[in-house]
């Protein structure tokens, strides 16, 4: 059966969106407790320039050894307890200043280093909107390396002249239904 996650976002001064992430229920070995996975905790994650509250059953990966060192990776969350066993992950990364641009301007670039760093074609996915401000979308779709399909939907937005990429991801069988649920 397929569960949904909600992720609260705050960027910056005041900029809001909830993230819907689809994966498997119940606790089945990896760390998930198996609760309601859209019931907040009481803990935030600080990044550079926003805060979000973690749902209950998910967990601050930042530091793990399979994300950490990055050099744009600000946050990282996963819903267990382990970045490489969570069955979704939210991956939030902060570009350097980009001056007075809208996410459209630098759309190509910001997709020509995500195909090279997915090293998977990347498709454009609706956008969304941040407390007003638009950002646009990209959707990929490739194996991980254990060999098990991954989608990830990526939103580019920028807020105070700073690039944020928020990057949800789920690891599933069942993908296109996992998927539909970040289209909120």
Same mark, same amino acid.
Do not use: C, K
């Given at each position: 059966?397929?569960g949904?996650?909600? +992720?609260?976002?705050?960027? !910056?001064? @005041? #900029?809001?969106?909830?993230?819907?992430?689809?994966?498997? =229920?119940?606790?089945?070995g %990896?760390?998930?407790?198996?609760?309601?996975?859209?019931?907040?905790?009481?803990?935030?994650?600080?990044?550079?320039?926003?805060?979000?509250?973690?749902?209950?059953?998910?967990?601050?990966?930042?530091?793990?050894?399979?994300?950490?060192?990055?050099?744009?990776?600000?946050?990282?969350?996963?819903?267990?307890?382990?970045?490489?066993?969570?069955?979704?992950? +939210?991956?939030?990364?902060? !570009?350097? @200043? #980009?001056g007075?641009?809208?996410?459209?301007?630098?759309? =190509?670039?910001?997709?020509? %280093?995500?195909?090279?760093?997915?090293?998977?074609?990347?498709?454009?996915?609706d956008?969304?909107?941040?407390?007003?401000?638009?950002?646009?979308?990209?959707?990929?779709?490739?194996?991980?390396?254990?060999?098990?399909?991954?989608?990830?939907?990526?939103?580019?937005?920028?807020?105070?002249?700073?690039?944020?990429?928020?990057?949800?991801?789920?690891?599933?069988?069942?993908?296109?239904?996992?998927?539909?649920?970040?289209?909120?």
């Amino acid at each position: 059966m397929l569960g949904l996650v909600v +992720v609260l976002l705050l960027v !910056g001064g @005041g #900029v809001t969106t909830a993230l819907l992430l689809a994966a498997g =229920d119940g606790n089945d070995g %990896d760390g998930r407790a198996g609760g309601d996975p859209t019931a907040l905790s009481d803990e935030r994650l600080d990044g550079e320039g926003y805060s979000y509250a973690l749902p209950g059953d998910w967990s601050d990966v930042t530091d793990e050894d399979a994300v950490s060192g990055a050099p744009a990776l600000d946050t990282v969350t996963a819903w267990g307890t382990s970045f490489n066993e969570a069955p979704a992950n +939210v991956i939030v990364e902060r !570009g350097p @200043g #980009v001056g007075n641009v809208s996410p459209d301007d630098v759309h =190509d670039t910001w997709v020509q %280093d995500m195909r090279s760093a997915a090293g998977a074609d990347v498709q454009d996915h609706d956008g969304t909107t941040f407390d007003g401000e638009d950002a646009v979308g990209a959707r990929i779709e490739r194996d991980d390396p254990d060999g098990g399909p991954t989608v990830q939907i990526a939103y580019l937005a920028i807020h105070d002249r700073t690039a944020y990429s928020v990057i949800p991801s789920a690891s599933t069988a069942n993908s296109d239904e996992a998927m539909e649920t970040y289209d909120a």
